[in-house]
């Protein structure tokens, strides 16, 4: 049972978050919100998060930086952090993996394909 896992949805687009949000939770899991990288460092802090689907583009820190920020930290370095973005250049890629990212996926994204990367990490 997928409830056992929790995922943070880390966007600025409340329409974003409640459609990935209901996909998971009708797949099992247990799902937290952020609407930036502040937010969502505070709740990994606060929180046993198992994989967290990260934004780029968001106000007060975006994605490259949380990234690096939880890649930097022992205590969270080991969470799985997959891109979800509408960013799409090589550039935007090669900036991912610079971060630490784990997968990079494009939006609109196929949730099919969300669910196989989630399949490999939990």
């Known amino acids: 049972m997928n409830s056992d896992y929790t995922i943070l949805v880390v966007d600025d687009s409340p329409v974003v978050v409640e459609a990935v949000r209901d996909a998971l939770l009708k797949d099992g899991y247990t799902v937290l919100a952020a609407a930036d990288g502040i937010e969502a460092l505070d ?60 997968e990079y996926l494009t939006k609109p994204f196929n949730y099919a394909k969300v669910k196989e990367i989630l399949g490999r990490f939990l």
Do not use: H
Request: charged share 35%; proline share 3%; glycine share 4%.
């Open 43 to 102: 709740m990994v802090r606060q929180n046993r998060v198992d994989l967290i689907l990260l934004d780029i583009d968001m106000p007060r820190m975006n994605g490259y930086q949380l990234c690096k920020l939880l890649k930097r930290d022992e205590k969270f370095r080991e969470i799985p952090v997959v891109m979800l973005t509408a960013k799409s250049s090589d550039a935007d890629r090669m900036w991912g993996v610079k971060a630490g990212t784990d």
